[in-house]
């Protein structure tokens, strides 16, 4: 007889032995810290601040293994950054996983390895999880959801909403788009594409903590990820009483990206990303905050690409590479299915 | 991607903005009739570096926008029957039939699959072979050809549930056509893909019998900026010619094995464009040979009656004659997430290049 930890079988999720065992074996075994280890209802959690942050996520990627990164790590830094960006200090994760069965065990344990190591370097814990076992075909191999909680100070209430903007603000990036989309369009196999392009994707929260420590000057951050750059540009100005200038010279995207983009017709600014973010700031900060972005690795190609102006109110305008102009709008409909 | 870099640099680009407000004296139109050029003109934003002088105006260049409905309405058909998949481009799902769309019917559980490329068509028609693989043939001489190398290859590797559902279309009887209709335009930028097929001679006619010129261009901005450059000094010199500005691609005689590929498998037959109506020999028809390959000799279906959408003006635009601006549904009852009309549809349809681009 195979193994039993082969393949997730239904009755791993049927909460009786093998339930048990699959959490025992791997859930409570990379997951392992003091709150989690209370095995109980609900996780009881401790938090200092008068303002905390909470946020979901729900990671569907298909393929589930990409180059630079799987469905585990960017379910821990998807959440983690969507706190971050928020200006908030991520601390506690939840993590569910629906599992359609005959997922191989070796491919559930790399994914879960992975979570545990990325919510390390991100210097979170996850307290709470649950797991379903669906019929085959009811769900494609893992989905996961995970959500995340984060104490938020109560100078950086204002950053979620960038209710701050004004005009002569700086815009920056921490760096290349395009990338996490197209990694994962070329790790199709439908698609017999050799690309070599990594993810970006990456927990941002340190690097982001450091540009909060050294400036009082960031005014919104948002991560780009689904709808890319422009898809984010475009809601920053939407319904507001200024506009957005950006140079495209600025935007970096890397060569392979490029080319991908090119032959499948896509615009890089509506990539998806999964370790990129857009900062607001004021305009006296820029040039620090981007040196400060500088020293971080996810952020050796920051740049400042543009800024709010007063002109186009509620319209995002690119000056193009060749000195044309056009708007930057948002993405509508999908551009590319399931890439995160 | 380096080789692109020189002809997106940007001091060549306004040298050439600069030499095209200078030679400019004339009020003109020139219109583009390939859906990429459409795309590349607003990416870039190109209209903002041209003079007063001289204005561009979209054809019917994008092969899905000049598609009919009943074409929708058909693939939809086939789409509900059990034994068929449907293997066809991604932008042709999303363009609302008469009552229906290839998304609508693949949420409903229509087995309907993007592909690249026929050739991924043909791996699908390979491992089901108890289905009907329909590949959804639209586009003009630049797509036509890999549908007949498709078929070929089909025939040879004896592939016999595979079945071209063809609207392919050629583009000369298409701009004959729009300046007969009394389009008013100065002068063609050819469209490149197709001229890298078919070489120039298609276009002849047009100086001969419109005295207007016709310059195959390439698709960066320096190529186009190039390309308005020349369509400016024959407007102003008076000497309409078919020129080639993509030499890069296009050769005079353009590719010889994919022209005969393409008479392989398809004759000429009259077709029916969104804004043109019926063109005399402007449709690729699939010849007696390949009949056995032919989805509408082949698999019988009943199609709804055809509704075309109140108060869409697609078929105006595509003519040029009029903008999306003019719509009063462009941005508002039809956007790229919502669209009522093809041409918002396809990200080289033009209401979609001046929603993203150009609002």
Known sequence: MKNQFDTILLGHGSGGKLTHDLIDRLFAKYFDNPVLRQQSDSALLKTESSHIAYTT????????????????????????????????????????????????????????????????????????????????????????????????????????????????DKIIINGSIGDHGMA???????????ANIQSDCASLNHMIHEALQNSDGIKFMRDATRGGLGTVLSEIASDKPFGIQIN????????????????LGFDPLYVANEGKVIMVVAAEDAERIVETLKKNPFGKSAALIGEITGQHQG?????????????????????????? | MKYIDEYRDKAMVLKLAEEIKKASTRQIKLMEVCGGHTMAIQ??????????????????????????????????????????????????????????????????GADVRIVYSIMDALEIARHNRRKKIVFLGIG?????????????????????????????????????????????????IGPGHVSAITGESIYFSIPKKFGLGVVISGFEPVDLM????????????????????????????????????????????????????????????IRETYAA???????????????????????????????????????????????????????????????????
Not at chain 1, 60 to 75: E, M, Q, R, Y
Not at chain 1, 248 to 263: A, F, P, S, W
Not at chain 2, 69 to 91: C, E, L, Q
């Open chain 1, 57 to 168: 996520d729900s990671f569907v990627v298909d393929p589930l293994f990409f180059p630079g990164g799987n469905i585990g790590k960017l379910a821990i830094a998807g959440t983690v950054n969507d706190l971050a960006v928020s200006g908030a200090t991520p601390q506690y994760i939840s993590a569910a996983f629906i599992i359609e069965e005959g997922l191989a065990y070796k491919e559930l344990k790399t994914i879960v390895e992975t979570m545990a190591e990325e919510a390390q370097k991100a210097g979170v814990i996850i307290v709470t999880g649950d797991t379903k076992v669906v019929d085959k075909g009811k769900c494609d191999k893992v989905f996961i959801n995970t959500s995340g909680i984060g104490k938020i100070r109560e100078k950086h209430l204002g950053i979620s909403s960038g209710r701050d903007i004004r005009p002569g």
């Open chain 1, 184 to 194: 994962v369009m070329a790790a199709r196999n439908d698609l017999n594409i050799t």
């Open chain 1, 248 to 263: 495209e010279e600025n935007v970096v995207v890397n060569n392979d990206v490029r080319g991908m983009c090119e032959l």
């Open chain 1, 315 to 340: 319209k995002a305008w690119l000056d193009t590479i060749v000195g044309g102009k056009r708007i930057i709008d948002m993405l509508s409909g999908q551009q590319l299915p399931r890439i995160c």
């Open chain 2, 43 to 108: 990416k870039f934003g190109i209209p903002y570096l041209l003079p007063e002088t001289v204005e561009l105006i979209s054809g019917p260049g994008c092969p899905v926008c000049v598609t009919s409905n009943s074409f929708i309405d058909k693939a939809v058909a086939y789409s509900r029957r059990d034994d068929v998949i449907i293997t066809t481009y991604g932008d042709l799902i999303r363009v609302p039939g008469s009552s229906s769309s290839l998304e609508r019917e693949k949420a409903k």
């Open chain 2, 140 to 188: 003009f001489e630049t797509t036509a050809p890999s549908s007949a190398a498709g078929i070929i290859k089909a025939q040879m590797a004896g592939i016999r549930n595979f079945y071209l559902y063809s609207a392919h279309k050629v583009m000369p009887p298409a701009m004959e056509a729009l300046i007969d209709e009394g389009v008013e335009i100065n002068g063609y």
């Open chain 2, 226 to 285: 190039q390309t308005i450059l020349m369509l400016v000094n024959q407007i102003e010199n008076n000497d309409p010619k078919v020129e080639i500005q993509y030499t890069r691609a296009v050769k005079p005689e353009g590719n010889i094995k994919a022209q005969q590929m393409l008479d392989e498998v398809f004759g000429p037959g009259d077709d029916w464009w969104r804004g043109l109506g019926v063109l005399k020999n402007s449709g690729l028809k």
């Open chain 2, 293 to 359: 390959f032919d989805s509408e000799k082949n698999i019988e279906v009943e199609v709804e009656p055809l509704i075309e959408p109140k108060g869409c003006i697609c078929g105006d635009i595509l003519r040029g004659v009029k903008k999306p601006k003019d719509c009063k549904l462009f941005g508002k009852a039809c956007t790229p997430s919502n669209p009522v009309g093809s041409c918002m549809v396809s990200s080289e349809g033009t209401c979609q290049a001046y929603y993203l681009y150009n609002r």
